[in-house]
C-alpha cells in the first residue's frame, strides 16, 4: 500500500506574487516562489481525493494532470481554501454523473450552502452543469477506502480543521492553516511520519504561525519529516529553506512526496 500528497498549492490567501509587488520574492525566477493558494491531493491505492478547493484549483488540475477524484474534504470557509468549489461539477461528469461526497464541519458547509447557492445533490432536469453534492458533516473520524481520517480542531478564526490521514501504518497531518495548535490535537500528532504545517513568515501574526511558533510546535511533535505551506512572498524559497532544520523543508506548488 501506499500513500502520496501532492501540493496542488502552497501559498497564502493572495498568492505568490502578489498584485502589483516588486519584491525579490514575487519578481523571483525560481518556480518554487509562484504559490498558488494553499491545498493538497491525497493518492491512496483505492481512493484519490482533495482537501481544500482554492482559487487556482481547475488550473492546478490541468498542470498536473489530476482527472481522478473520489472526494473532497475542507478544512474551513475561508475563499482561499473553497473558492474553486464550483470546478468540482467537471469530476461530476468524469464520474459518471454520481454526487460528489464532501467532508466539512458543519459550520463549514453552511457557509459553503451559502456561497454557492446552486449546490445540489442531483442532475438538473434542464441538463445545466451544477456542482453535485452530498455534504457529509464531520463530527468526529471518517474513512475514505482504505484511509482513515480523523479531523484536527485548530485555532485560526472560523471554525477549522486539519487532518490526520492513516494509511497501513503510516500517519500524515495535514494543518494548512492556524494561529495555535490546542493539546488534544497535539496528542493526536505526536510522532507522525509526515507534518504538512502553516508557516507564513519570520514575523508575527494574529491567525498565522510564524517562523519560530512553526518550529517550536515540530520540536513538540517530533514527526520523521515536516513540510511548511501557506508562505507568503516574505518567503524566499532557496533563502528561508537554509535556515531550517535538516528533517524541515518549504513544499512548493506540484511537489509529491510519499509517505
Known amino acids: 500500500m501506499s500513500l502520496k500528497l501532492q501540493f496542488l498549492g502552497t501559498g497564502t490567501s493572495v498568492g505568490v506574487p502578489q498584485i502589483g ?7 523571483s525566477g525560481d518556480p518554487r516562489d509562484k504559490r498558488r493558494r494553499s491545498g493538497i491531493y491525497v493518492i491512496g491505492d483505492h481512493a484519490r481525493f482533495v482537501v481544500d478547493t482554492p482559487p487556482e484549483f481547475r488550473m492546478a488540475c490541468l498542470e498536473l494532470g489530476i482527472a481522478h477524484v473520489d472526494a473532497v474534504v475542507v478544512t474551513h470557509a475561508h475563499m482561499d481554501h473553497i473558492a474553486g468549489f464550483d ?3 467537471r469530476f461530476n461528469t468524469i464520474n459518471g454523473g454520481a454526487p460528489m461526497r464532501c467532508y466539512a464541519a458543519p459550520e463549514t ?5 451559502s456561497i454557492f447557492p446552486y449546490i445540489t445533490d442531483k442532475a438538473n432536469e ?28 485548530v485555532v485560526h478564526g472560523p471554525r477549522t480543521n486539519g487532518y490526520l ?29 509526515v507534518l504538512v504545517l502553516n508557516c507564513l513568515r519570520e514575523r508575527f501574526h494574529p491567525t498565522h504561525l510564524n517562523l519560530e511558533a512553526a518550529l517550536a510546535y515540530v520540536a513538540e511533535i517530533a514527526p520523521r519529516r515536516t513540510f511548511f505551506v501557506h508562505m507568503c512572498h516574505d518567503v524566499k524559497h532557496a533563502d528561508f529553506e537554509a535556515k531550517l532544520p535538516e528533517n524541515v523543508r518549504l513544499a512548493y506548488d506540484g511537489l509529491t512526496i510519499e509517505v
Open 165 to 193: 490521514f492513516e494509511c497501513d501504518g503510516r500517519r500524515t497531518a495535514y494543518i494548512s492553516d492556524c494561529h495555535e495548535i490546542p493539546p488534544e490535537t497535539l496528542e493526536l500528532v505526536r510522532g507522525v511520519d
Open 21 to 27: 509587488c516588486t519584491c525579490p520574492t514575487c519578481l
Open 87 to 89: 470546478d468540482i461539477r
Open 109 to 113: 458547509i453552511q457557509s459553503i450552502r
Open 126 to 153: 434542464q441538463g445545466l452543469f451544477r456542482p453535485m453534492i452530498n455534504f457529509v458533516p464531520v463530527e468526529g473520524p471518517f474513512d475514505i477506502a482504505d484511509i482513515h481520517v480523523t479531523p484536527l480542531p
